[in-house]
């Protein structure tokens, strides 16, 4: 008796599928490579702050190669260096006013005021044309 042919799998709709994978975004790669780099640096000059003995120091130790291989020497600029360090005061500055925020809201709930109205105020009822 003859086997029955096994059917095809199943295909996807027309259009249903991408006609590419996704690709990695080039520019965040770059970010993270400059960023990387300069926490890098940051790591090198942390060692002798630590002491090349401690644990602490010697695990830093222990990551500055591996690192080194992904980081050319002399890729982090010092505009390199400027770029992440004012993106990281503008983040914390971000952070700090949300943290403010939250903090006057509870501040407002624990004193009995509630929750602050929006921009328009309360919400009004929608009235009804008699």
Wanted: charged share 10%; no cysteine.
């Amino acid at each position: 008796m003859p086997q029955p042919m096994a059917s095809p799998a199943p295909e996807a709709p027309f259009g249903t599928s991408p006609a590419t994978g996704p690709t990695p975004n080039a520019g965040y790669e770059a970010a993270g490579m400059q960023r990387l780099g300069v926490i890098l640096k940051q790591l090198t000059d942390i060692v002798p702050m630590l002491g090349a003995q401690s644990e602490a120091g010697q695990l830093v130790l222990g990551f500055l190669p591996k690192l080194a291989k992904l980081i050319p020497a002399g890729s982090v600029t010092p505009a390199a260096e400027q770029n992440v360090m004012q993106s990281a005061m503008l983040k914390n500055a971000q952070q700090a006013q949300m943290i403010q925020q939250m903090r006057a809201m509870q501040a407002q709930q624990a004193s009995g005021q509630g929750a602050p109205a929006g921009p328009g105020g309360p919400p009004q009822a929608p009235r009804i044309a008699a």
